[in-house]
């Protein structure tokens, strides 16, 4: 009797200009997703409201139930922004201003300079997380001194580990899953490590080689970028109650997929995580852009799907840099790929992506990773 | 049915207050940092310009045009590669009428080189044949993929990747994704009226 699981399959994609022509492939995510997909933050070169007089790369949240924009870094005057994150409730806005990170209150329209710091990332209990010097930092922005997070100190881990970048805050804000790798030394290469501060009792673990961790909101699971030993990046998942570490980018013939894989990010939920990947072996349909593309895998039942296409096929351009709400319904990305017949532009767009769940699955999906 | 569409909007009035972007609404905010306009949605059959003069840094024989000018008409996937094209100022291109001199079975090449200044040049040579369309459209998607900075050779060193290194003296690739454009521009030229 054959399983009925269910896949993702796209339901709708709505677009913004973001007119980025200078984003490079490996850039982190230029958008985030609240927990419940209804808010993205997003950065754009284009000035899409009145207000925003300037030329420079400000912060605009999306409203999808409303399917408006507002800007939201006048703050930032002509300084570009980057880094953007919401918190999952899509109250809190936190990004990086010339070194600078900035928070904001989108509901009592407050905004607060939180210190020189990069990579901020809001939790749901409201704290912020961000990277300074080379260390990870936390503070309450409604009231709270910064705590350094990033003491490395547990048990088998190198304390040589000395930089320390990229924070991923669990829900709750105990957990905080981080990069660390030695300073450069010219002699050997430095080999980056993932791992997670737990900041109630303490303490630091080590979860394995790699780098740009995301964190699902209970803690319970941790998508990184890892090394696979024959010079591609894979995207690594472990599961932190039972420490075991697969890679999920696989040929859906055999073996590790073909190309390297980035920018992980996973849903709080856990279940789902999306991508972008040069590979052009994921997925059983047909990928031959030789570019980046974003998939979703599934957890739960092994499957992959591209996002960054249309059903009959794959787009030509590149598509890179997703992030994802708390279930796995709604997806945002920058791609090249044209917005409409009047974009003749060779730059990023945004793009959101929702997708819903199909039963059963077809024979050509149910390729366990 | 009654009842279940009333609790419905219930929650949805108790809810909704709750959320931020109605915080936001005091109407000077709301006109001046807001947008409407800006959110689209994505048709794919829109994505292709609707109409594309020829790029001006394509060079075209005269015996070439007709066929050119009834590509740009009639494929968007041409029209795309031609936007593409056109928006790199630092490339040229020059068609040929030729036998690639590299291998009998060779129908069309592009040799891309570039100068000293960064400026790029691609000289496609085509063996005139039938299948004129797809040989221009596959030769022209060998350039975009050197304009999206594909490594052919890294591809080609790994399995399945759609990228195949050609046997020869010199250094030559062949790559499914040219191939499947070619095709599909002469596709859409044969479907047109």
């Given at each position: 009797?054959?399983?009925?699981?269910?896949?993702?399959?796209?339901?709708?994609?709505?677009?913004?200009?973001?007119?980025?022509?200078?984003?490079?492939?490996?850039?982190?995510?230029?958008?985030?997703?609240?927990?419940?997909?209804?808010?993205?933050?997003f950065l754009t070169h284009s000035p899409l409201a009145d207000a925003d007089t300037d030329h420079s790369i400000d912060?605009?949240?999306?409203?999808?139930?409303?399917?408006?924009?507002?800007?939201?870094?006048?703050?930032?005057?002509?300084?570009?922004?980057?880094?953007?994150?919401?918190?999952?409730?899509?109250?809190?806005?936190?990004?990086?201003?010339?070194?600078?990170?900035?928070?904001?209150?989108?509901?009592?329209?407050?905004?607060?300079?939180?210190?020189?710091?990069?990579?901020?990332?809001?939790?749901?209990?409201?704290?912020?997380?961000?990277?300074?010097?080379?260390?990870?930092?936390?503070?309450?922005?409604?009231?709270?001194?910064?705590?350094?997070?990033?003491?490395?100190?547990?048990?088998?881990?190198?304390?040589?580990?000395?930089?320390?970048?990229?924070?991923?805050p669990s829900a709750d804000g105990r957990y905080v899953a981080f990069s660390a790798r030695p300073p450069f030394d010219?002699?050997?290469?430095?080999?980056?490590?993932?791992?997670?501060?737990?900041?109630?009792?303490?303490?630091?673990?080590?979860?394995?080689?790699?780098?740009?961790?995301?964190?699902?909101?209970?803690?319970?699971?941790?998508?990184?970028?890892?090394?696979?030993?024959?010079?591609?990046?894979?995207?690594?998942?472990?599961?932190?109650?039972?420490?075991?570490?697969?890679?999920?980018?696989?040929?859906?013939?055999?073996?590790?997929?073909?190309?390297?894989?980035?920018?992980?990010?996973?849903?709080?939920?856990?279940?789902?995580?999306?991508?972008?990947?040069?590979?052009?072996?994921?997925?059983?349909?047909?990928?031959?852009?030789?570019?980046?593309?974003?998939?979703?895998?599934?957890?739960?039942?092994?499957?992959?799907?591209?996002?960054?296409?249309?059903?009959?096929?794959?787009?030509?351009?590149?598509?890179?840099?997703?992030?994802?709400?708390?279930?796995?319904?709604?997806?945002?990305?920058?791609?090249?790929?044209?917005?409409?017949?009047?974009?003749?532009?060779?730059?990023?767009?945004?793009?959101?992506?929702?997708?819903?769940?199909?039963?059963?699955?077809?024979?050509?999906?149910?390729?366990?990773? | 049915?009654?009842?279940?569409?009333?609790?419905?909007?219930?929650?949805?009035?108790?809810?909704?207050?709750?959320?931020?972007?109605?915080?936001?609404?005091?109407?000077?905010?709301?006109?001046?940092?807001?947008?409407?306009?800006?959110?689209?949605?994505?048709?794919?059959?829109?994505?292709?310009?609707?109409?594309?003069?020829?790029?001006?840094?394509?060079?075209?024989?005269?015996?070439?045009?007709?066929?050119?000018?009834?590509?740009?008409?009639?494929?968007?996937?041409?029209?795309?590669?031609?936007?593409?094209?056109?928006?790199?100022?630092?490339?040229?291109?020059?068609?040929?009428?030729?036998?690639?001199?590299?291998?009998?079975?060779?129908?069309?090449?592009?040799?891309?080189t570039r100068e000293h200044d960064g400026r790029r040049v691609a000289h496609i040579a085509i063996t005139p044949r039938?299948?004129?369309?797809?040989?221009?459209?596959?030769?022209?998607?060998?350039?975009?993929?050197?304009?999206?900075?594909?490594?052919?050779?890294?591809?080609?060193?790994?399995?399945?990747?759609?990228?195949?290194?050609?046997?020869?003296?010199?250094?030559?690739?062949?790559?499914?994704?040219?191939?499947?454009?070619?095709?599909?521009?002469?596709?859409?030229?044969?479907?047109?009226?």
């Amino acid at each position: 009797m054959k399983a009925q699981v269910a896949a993702l399959i796209m339901s709708g994609i709505i677009t913004i200009d973001q007119k980025d022509a200078n984003r490079a492939l490996l850039d982190r995510p230029s958008a985030s997703v609240s927990a419940d997909g209804r808010y993205v933050a997003f950065l754009t070169h284009s000035p899409l409201a009145d207000a925003d007089t300037d030329h420079s790369i400000d912060v605009y949240v999306l409203d999808r139930a409303r399917q408006k924009v507002t800007f939201e870094s006048p703050a930032c005057g002509p300084i570009d922004c980057q880094d953007p994150d919401i918190s999952p409730d899509g109250r809190y806005l936190v990004f990086q201003a010339d070194g600078t990170i900035l928070w904001r209150d989108t509901v009592d329209n407050v905004d607060r300079t939180l210190g020189k710091g990069r990579q901020p990332s809001v939790a749901g209990n409201g704290v912020v997380f961000f990277t300074s010097e080379n260390d990870i930092f936390s503070i309450d922005p409604r009231g709270g001194v910064p705590r350094r997070v990033s003491i490395i100190d547990g048990p088998g881990i190198d304390t040589a580990l000395t930089w320390s970048f990229s924070p991923s805050p669990s829900a709750d804000g105990r957990y905080v899953a981080f990069s660390a790798r030695p300073p450069f030394d010219a002699r050997r290469r430095p080999s980056s490590q993932v791992l997670v501060r737990d900041m109630l009792l303490g303490t630091t673990r080590r979860i394995g080689s790699g780098w740009a961790p995301s964190i699902s909101g209970d803690a319970g699971v941790l998508a990184f970028v890892g090394p696979d030993g024959g010079g591609l990046s894979h995207i690594h998942v472990a599961d932190l109650h039972t420490g075991t570490v697969r890679i999920i980018t696989r040929s859906v013939r055999r073996g590790l997929a073909n190309g390297a894989s980035a920018n992980p990010a996973i849903s709080s939920n856990g279940r789902f995580v999306v991508f972008q990947s040069e590979a052009s072996d994921l997925v059983a349909a047909e990928d031959f852009n030789l570019l980046w593309d974003v998939f979703v895998y599934d957890r739960q039942d092994g499957t992959m799907v591209r996002v960054s296409g249309d059903p009959d096929g794959t787009w030509i351009e590149p598509s890179v840099g997703p992030s994802i709400d708390a279930t796995g319904s709604v997806i945002a990305f920058s791609s090249r790929h044209p917005t409409g017949s009047t974009d003749e532009r060779n730059d990023f767009d945004l793009y959101v992506a929702t997708l819903a769940l199909r039963s059963p699955l077809t024979e050509d999906q149910k390729i366990r990773r | 049915m009654q009842r279940r569409t009333v609790l419905v909007m219930t929650i949805c009035a108790w809810v909704l207050p709750m959320r931020p972007a109605i915080a936001q609404t005091n109407s000077g905010f709301e006109r001046t940092h807001t947008s409407f306009t800006s959110v689209r949605q994505y048709v794919a059959a829109e994505t292709a310009p609707a109409r594309l003069a020829l790029p001006p840094n394509f060079i075209v024989p005269d015996n070439f045009r007709p066929v050119i000018e009834s590509m740009l008409h009639d494929s968007p996937t041409f029209r795309r590669q031609c936007l593409r094209i056109a928006g790199e100022p630092r490339l040229m291109i020059h068609l040929i009428f030729a036998t690639p001199s590299t291998r009998s079975d060779v129908r069309a090449v592009t040799t891309i080189t570039r100068e000293h200044d960064g400026r790029r040049v691609a000289h496609i040579a085509i063996t005139p044949r039938q299948d004129l369309v797809e040989l221009i459209a596959h030769e022209f998607e060998h350039i975009v993929e050197q304009l999206d900075g594909v490594d052919l050779a890294a591809q080609a060193s790994r399995p399945r990747t759609g990228v195949h290194a050609q046997s020869g003296p010199l250094e030559m690739f062949e790559t499914v994704r040219a191939t499947r454009i070619g095709l599909r521009v002469a596709g859409e030229m044969r479907r047109s009226p």
